[in-house]
């Protein structure tokens, strides 16, 4: 059975569990969530915003649904090697799309900060997944979304009031544990932060065993007037692991947005970051680093939509590819027509290792004002062979010398991460990283200096 055919019955089976929901808001919302997936299908690369994505293993590996708690964990399974170390904060767990109250920790418990689980947020808080859940996303044209909506079982819900500094960051953890069969989970987050408020918000995900897992996600943040988010994401998982995630981001008056994306592991993964600046002053930071190998695939879509005048945003993208891996940039800034006096800025870098490693990267400008500074730039190529000259002059090995290289253009990406335990982590990963590859030196002497 077709993959389209088997979520159309996935769909069917779910809603049999969903009990006294048929009569709700987001019951009819699945609904009409279905009914688009069904009518867009699965992209392939005549879509254009897909062109470079093959979605082959949708077809070639038979999933299965997870719709239901993982009832009993793995001997070998200890939660604590999935914790961020030296980490203080929130931290909720969910296996298999399913909160974990079991493997969670919840620190803050202020009576006006909601730290929740969608499944509980349904009942307790039905006026918020009413008056938020879908309200940006783009069902219509993101076919992954309009399944999310429709299958999600479960995901995080964040609620900072109004003048409220939410000094421990909040961590999602997401892990999917298939058990003798290869399951698709989906999770929805919803975060909002109030008026004049921070937040630190902090995704990782992982996959265990020998079973494949397909991970799609949506992460929905409302940024009000006046307040400050920083929105870090971690993907760092096996050759089993396939993912594909929406974060669609809402900015006030003078909002401010960090987020940081680093990719360093999983078959398949695709990440689209889209905000829009929809009151003037607003700020947006998108930054990225992607280091892949073997014959990972790592797909990056942003869009920064400028809708109103005074704001500035400012996109900076890094890739090291190796291997046979390929590696997807698409950075599109939009500037509406009452959009004057914006400031948006977006680069792309990219390294090669092999010869067969390939680089896809697509910068857009669509302009619709006359008074604004816009710019974008891509480049690609291999290590500069003068610098590693320069290093062998003095007695460095080659091997060594091309890991001083690598760090220095990925470390203005990591160190945009203001946590200081997840920072700490990803330099060990990408450490770990750069001794483990056998780092493919090509002797073509580049054209340009990366």
């Known amino acids: 059975m077709a993959i389209k055919e088997k979520i159309t019955d996935f769909f069917e089976k779910y809603t049999q569990t969903l009990n006294g929901e048929k009569d709700t808001y987001l019951f009819s919302l699945r609904e009409k969530s279905i009914k688009l997936f069904q009518e867009l ?13 093959k979605l082959n293993f949708l077809n070639s590996i038979d999933f299965e649904l997870s719709n239901s708690p993982l009832k009993t ?8 090697d999935y914790y961020i ?12 799309g399913f909160f974990s109250d079991q493997f969670s920790r919840i620190i803050n418990t202020k009576d006006d900060l909601i730290i929740s689980n969608l499944n509980e947020a349904k009942a307790k808080y039905p006026d918020i997944i009413q ?47 298939p058990d003798n069969k290869n399951i698709i989970t989906n999770t929805r987050n919803i975060i909002i932060v109030d008026s004049n408020s921070k937040a630190q918000i902090i995704e990782t995900n992982h996959s265990i065993g020998d079973y494949s897992s397909f991970h799609n996600s949506v992460t929905e943040i409302f940024i009000k007037q006046n307040a400050d988010v920083e929105y870090y994401k971690f993907q760092n998982e096996t050759n089993n692991a396939y993912y594909i ?34 009151g003037e002053n607003g700020e947006a930071y998108f930054n990225g680093l992607y280091f892949i190998g073997n014959e990972d695939f790592v797909d990056n879509h942003t869009l920064a939509d400028h809708a109103k005048p005074h704001c500035n945003s400012n996109e900076n993208y890094k890739g090291i590819i190796d291997g046979k891996a390929t590696a997807v940039f698409n950075g599109k800034i939009m500037v509406r027509p009452y959009a004057q006096k914006t400031n948006a800025y977006q680069s792309n870098k990219n390294i090669l290792l092999s010869e067969d490693a390939t680089i896809n990267t697509k910068p857009q400008l669509e302009i619709f004002a006359d008074d604004v500074k816009c710019s974008h730039g891509a480049t690609s190529g291999f290590l500069n062979r003068d610098a590693i000259f320069y290093f062998r002059a003095r007695g460095i090995d080659e091997k060594t010398a091309q890991s001083y ?18 920072r700490d982590l990803i330099k060990s990963e990408v450490a770990k990283k750069l001794s483990m590859n056998d780092l493919y030196f090509c002797s073509i002497l580049e054209s340009n200096k990366i």
Not at 260 to 274: A, V
């Open 405 to 422: 290289l690598l760090n220095s253009f990925s470390s203005d990406i990591i160190e945009t991460i203001r946590n200081d335990s997840l």
């Open 245 to 278: 995630g929406t974060t669609q981001i809402y900015q006030e008056r003078d909002s401010k947005l960090l987020s940081t994306t680093i990719s360093l592991g999983g078959k398949f993964i695709r990440n689209n970051l889209n905000s829009i600046l929809d």
């Open 131 to 177: 008056n938020y859940l879908s309200k940006y996303t783009d069902e219509n044209n993101n076919p992954f979304t309009a399944l999310n909506t429709a299958l999600s079982n479960d995901g995080a819900v964040i609620i900072i009031p109004e003048n409220s500094v939410s000094n421990l960051p909040i961590h999602f953890l997401f892990i999917n544990l």
């Open 41 to 53: 299908g699965i992209p392939t690369l005549k879509n254009e915003e897909w062109k470079y994505t």
């Open 85 to 96: 170390d030296n980490f203080e904060g929130n931290i909720l767990v969910f296996i298999n």
């Open 73 to 80: 964990m793995p001997d070998n399974f200890q939660i604590s």
